[in-house]
Structures are given as C-alpha cells and as structure tokens.
C-alpha cells in the first residue's frame, strides 16, 4: 500500500499493511535540543522519524486556536516591565506573559474581547464577514493546488476552529459559562456568524472539489471531563456543527465525508455527545488527563484514533517506551482504525535518543 491507500483505509476501517506512521508534531525547542545531541542540522525528518509522506492538504480560512478574522489582528504590546508583558493578543485578549516564558507557560488572561453586544457588533463581528473581499486573497491559487492534491487522491480537510474553542478565545472560559445562562441570545448571534463564515468557506471550495473531512479544533475537555455541560454542547454547539455537516453533504455526492474533533483532556464525556452527530474520527487522545487508549477503542469499536502515545513516556527513556507501546500496539493493530502518534507536540524534555529509540519500536510493532 502507498501512503495515500494507507491513510484512507485507516479512516475506512479497513485492514492495512501497517499504521500510517506521522507525528503530530515537535515542538522546535525539541528540535534545537536533538541538533545539540546530534541531530544533523540538515536531515529529512521523514527519512531519520520513518515518516509517511503527507497525504492530507487543508482548505483552512476558517483559523484553528484563533478566529480568522480579516484583517488579523496583530499582537501589540500594551505594557512592560522587568517581570512581564503586558500584551493584545492575535484574538484581541489582553494577556499577561512572564518576561521569556511565552512558550509552554500558561499566561494570565485579562481581558477578552467580547463582554458585551456592543463589543461584539463594533469590533469583532466585522471581521469574521465573509464578504470582505481581503479574505479571499490567494484563494483561487490555493484552490488550484487543492485540486492538483485531490487528483493526487489526497485527502482534503476542511480545517476550522471548533465552535467551543471559537466561544472560549472571544469570551473567555469562564465568563462564557455565565453569558451561556445571561445572554444566550449573544451566544447564538456568534455562533451564527461562525456558521456562515464556516459556510461560505467550504461552499466555495465546494465548487472545485468535494471535500473527505471537516475537522474541528475543539479543545472542549480538561482531565476530568467536559469545560461546559453536556446540555451546553447540545444547545449552542451541536446544532450548528450539524447544520455545517448537512450543507456540505448537500453539495457533493461522491466522496463521504468525515468528521473529526480534536480535544486535549479527558475526552470520554464528550465522545457520545459527537458522535449523536456523526463524528467518526477523534484526537489526540491525552494520557496525561486519564485517557485510556485500549479502553476506549475497546468501547467504541468503530472510532477512528489519532494519538495517544504519552509524551511523558517518550521522556522518562526506554524501558518506559518498551512497556508503553508493547501494551497498546498489539491491540491497537489488531484493533485497526488507529494512527499512533504524541498526544500533543513532541516537548523538549524528549532526548533525540529516546525519540530514535520510539521511532524504532512504533515501527516493529505497527504492523
């Protein structure tokens, strides 16, 4: 099987040669360790890792951790001194950052952009309209390599920030509880703008190619469950997740299309309330926030997985490798519908050692 055949029987279910092998991603502070213990400074990644070659290609426009607004917005800072940076944020939140601490750190958050209506119809909603002509900029010639890739038997995503994650950088996640009970009215006008950027996004890329999955950056969990309640997804989630799902279904008839959430923390609360709407792909799967890889796959047979290797077994060296992966991968492979890869980027307390060594064994026990 090449690549391209490999991936998609995994999503299919269907028996494979091997898992598809990739990972989901290093941080570059991991990269600038392994070049220091070794790591030539211009190696193929694929090769060194056993990497498959990518075989997915994003229609994007529709931002990830952040809304996609037009114009962006650009970080600026507001205030600093020895200790801190005070900062606007690319999603217009005023934040705090330790001084030389912006990456694996959590900030202090001090504003969020919309409190109110006013704030949302004065500043926010105008740059998530569909119909400013900047956003379309170098869409048609991204829309002529979708096309060279869909030829290719590529897999095309509609990659979007997930309604939740959308909510949560606008309002932040704790007053979005309060406005979900105090304006809920305000909550539906944002996720009605979301739905129609969302759909004027894909209905346009529709006219070109049809489309193998939406996958939505969600991040609705941490470890012990869901951020908001089960009767909150259902109410200001779902529906427009599956008012999105249905319109694209609508405008294509050959490919199916699937739907895959990512969330970091605990994830089994959440995985009925998706699947009611047809997810059938899920990541990352975080062992760190009590996710159990073979307990779940066992109880949702039909789930496709992506991750669950726990980045802090890749840190705590081989024999903690060795009795992590011989317990999930026999079952895992047999099990199929799995690509295994880091429940989150590859940190730098990994040694390029240790990741060698990882790669090594993921490869003899994939297959």
């Known amino acids: 099987m090449n690549a391209i055949e490999r991936y998609r029987a995994t999503y299919e279910m269907k028996p494979v040669d091997r898992l598809y092998r ?75 950052f330790i001084k030389g601490r912006r990456h694996g750190f959590m900030p202090t958050y001090l504003k969020h952009a919309v409190s109110c209506e ?32 869909d030829e290719k038997g590529m897999m095309i995503v509609q990659n979007a920030i997930g309604g939740y994650m959308y909510l949560r950088a606008l309002i932040g996640p704790e007053d979005v509880c309060y406005m979900f009970a105090d304006n809920p009215g305000l909550i539906h006008k944002m996720m009605q703008t979301w739905l129609a950027l969302c759909d004027a996004v894909s209905a346009r890329a529709q006219q070109h190619v049809e489309i193998d999955e939406l996958f939505f950056g969600e991040d609705i969990c941490y470890n012990h469950g869901l951020l908001i309640s089960p009767r909150m997804v259902r109410e200001f989630i779902l529906p427009y997740y599956e008012q999105l799902r249905n319109n694209m279904r609508s405008s294509q008839t050959s490919k199916r299309l699937f739907l895959q959430i990512d969330t970091d923390g605990n994830c089994e609360e959440a995985i009925d309330l998706y699947r009611s709407i047809g997810m059938n792909v899920m990541s990352p799967f975080e062992i760190a926030a009590g996710n159990d890889v073979v307990a779940i796959a066992k109880k949702y047979p039909d789930l496709v997985r992506k991750g669950g290797i726990d980045k802090r077994v890749l840190a705590a060296g081989k024999a903690a490798i060795d009795e992590y992966l011989e317990r999930i991968m026999p079952f895992m492979v ?32 994939d297959h």
């Not at 211009?42 to 952040?66: Q, R, S």
């Not at 704030?119 to 002529?144: C, H, M, V």
């Not at 890869?341 to 050692?353: I, K, L, R, T």
């Open 22 to 96: 990739r990972e989901f991603s290093i941080w570059d502070e991991a990269r600038a360790r392994w070049k220091g213990e070794g790591m030539p400074a211009d190696v193929d990644e694929a090769e060194l890792f056993g990497f498959d070659e990518p075989v997915t290609v994003n229609v994007g426009k529709l931002g990830w951790c952040v809304p996609a607004f037009v114009p962006a917005i650009e970080p600026t800072v507001i205030e600093t001194t020895d200790q801190y940076d005070i900062v606007r944020d690319n999603a217009g939140r005023t934040v705090r």
């Open 118 to 149: 006013k704030d949302w119809e004065e500043d926010i909603k105008p740059l998530l309209s569909q119909a400013t002509p900047e956003r379309w900029d170098g869409f048609d010639d991204r829309i002529e390599g979708i096309k060279a890739a």
């Open 334 to 365: 047999e099990r199929g519908g799995y690509i295994p890869m880091c429940d989150h980027g590859v940190p730098d307390n990994v040694s390029f050692e240790d990741y060698l060594y990882y790669r090594k064994r993921i490869m003899e026990l």
